[in-house]
Each structure stands twice: as C-alpha cells, then as structure tokens.
C-alpha cells in the first residue's frame, strides 16, 4: 500500500471524527471517489460521524457495489437518516441498490417521521417465537449473537410481541422448557409513533436499558437502545470544546490531510483522465 494511502487509512481509523469533519470540506464527486478506495469499515466509520447533508450527498455519488459493501457496517437508523436528505429519485435508486436483507428494513424505518421511534430503532433484533424450547431459542441466538439484546423478545406466529425475558432467565431456565413458560408477560413497550420527547420522557427508562417499538396491533418492530436516548438528549453531559481544544482538533485534521490529499489528488486525476484520454498534439503543417 502506498504511504498517501496507508496515512490516510491511518487517520480514519484513529481519528474518524476529524475526518468526516475534513471530508465534509469536499464536494461529493471527491468524497465518493475516496470512500470508493478505503475499506468499507473504515468507511462507515467515518461517514456516521458526518453531516447529514454532506453524507448524504457522498453515498449518493458512492459506486453501487462499495455503498452495498458499506451498508453492512452502517448503522440501519443512521442510513435511514441520510436517505431522508436526499430526493425521492435519489432515495429510490440507492434502495434498489442496497442488499436484499437490508432493503426492506430501510423501508420500514423510512415510513416513520424522522426522530419517531420508528425511525431510530434497530429493526434487526432479534424476535424468539413463544413456542420453541429453551435449547431451540439459545441455539437461535448462538446463531445471531449481533443482533440478540441483553433483553430477549419473544413473539407469536403473527409476531405479536409476548413476552420477555434476558439472557441470564434464558441460561438459567430447563433447555426442555417452552420459552412461553419461561418468559415475563409484563412488557414495558414504546409506540413507533412515538416523538423525540415521548422517547426522552418514557419511564420505562428507568428500569431497562432498551425499549421495544411495536405498531398500534403490538407488533414487534425493533427496539430502542439507550445510546438512542443520549442522542436525543443531546449529550448534555459531554463538555463544550474549548478554543484551544478546537484548534488542536483542527491541528491534527489539517496535518492528516495532506494524506487525505495526495490520495484524492491521485483518485481524480486519475478519474479524469479516464473521462478525458489526453489528445496527441498534432504539429502545424508546413506551407
């Protein structure tokens, strides 16, 4: 790997909040034909620490196969969030792009106003149906630990949620058990519609640290998690950057970006060239 490129992988991995800040100083075409050359971790890593706008406009410009490849690491609420900047021939295109899996819960989420519990929760954790054994349900979330919560749902066959119980209760519990006997019926739920201070002010937080979204029939959606709270509560307990703070923090971006761009002087370059072969000069003729 070529130094230009091993620094500014370097940068993103140890300083990404300074580089969404750097990159966002570029236009989309540039920004895109970076993240189309660092791996999609990295990527993703960076692009959730920008803004909206800016991010929105990147993974637009994205190529089709690395925004897939970046989809897998980028927070489903986050994407949701981006795709709402971007018009409706924009967001239609990038949802036919997106991997057969992820698609529909972008879509899910998407029909939620933004900041709605709809829009923020994760829609990938994971739901254990009321009728399978103990053993069948631990065996399910060996299988798909990413998206088990300590706290763990469980449905019925129309996806009703039921019941709950974590995954202490589970371990515990006769793996001959039905995981209907085992859980608790008594639910602390939040509604989909559910607005920014609903979420906020919800007592529920007082007792658990996620929160399932079901719709007006009590079906399962996802879950809140408390990181979400904080967010919406705008970090109140994270300390206001002092100047000399800032000025170190736009020392060490400014000191990166020589990295960042040599690597995205070489990446346009070449994309031009590629656009526009350059001409042979023909000599002038002789009288």
């Known amino acids: 790997m070529e130094t230009p490129h091993l620094l500014a992988q370097t940068f993103l991995a140890?300083?990404?909040?300074?580089?969404?800040?750097?990159?966002e100083r570029l236009d989309a075409a540039e920004a895109a034909a970076f993240f189309n050359q660092v791996p999609p971790r990295l990527a993703a890593n960076t692009l959730r620490r920008m803004v909206g706008a800016p991010a929105a406009e990147c993974l637009a410009a994205i190529s089709p196969d690395r925004f897939a490849a970046i989809l897998e690491f980028l927070p489903l609420n986050t994407t949701a969030a981006f795709l709402r900047r971007l018009d409706s021939s924009q967001q239609s295109r990038l949802l036919d792009q997106s991997p057969a899996d992820i698609a529909p819960l972008l879509r899910r989420l998407l029909q939620y106003p933004e900041n709605s519990a709809g829009a923020l929760m994760d829609p990938r954790v994971l739901a254990l149906p009321a009728d399978v054994t103990v053993s069948e349900a631990l065996s399910r979330v060996r299988r798909a630990p990413r998206h088990a919560l300590y706290y763990l749902y469980v449905v019925d066959r129309t996806e009703k949620l039921v019941g709950v119980?974590?995954?202490r209760e589970l371990m515990l519990a006769s793996s001959k058990d039905i995981l209907a006997s085992v859980m608790r019926r008594q639910i602390v739920t939040v509604a989909a519609t559910a607005d920014r201070r609903g979420i906020v002010e919800h007592p529920g937080w007082r007792d658990v640290?996620?929160?399932?979204v079901v719709d007006d029939q009590g079906t399962l959606l996802g879950a809140l998690r408390y990181e979400i709270l904080r967010q919406l509560e705008g970090r109140l307990d994270a300390p206001a950057q002092t100047g000399a703070a800032l000025s170190t923090v736009l020392t060490l971006g400014e000191l990166c970006w020589v990295g960042l761009a040599g690597v995205l002087s070489d990446l346009t370059t070449s994309m031009v060239q590629q656009t526009n072969p350059p001409r042979t000069a023909k000599e002038p003729g002789h009288g």
């Open 14 to 23: 140890e300083h990404p909040e300074n580089a969404a800040a750097i990159i």
């Open 165 to 167: 119980l974590n995954l």
């Open 209 to 212: 640290h996620a929160l399932p």
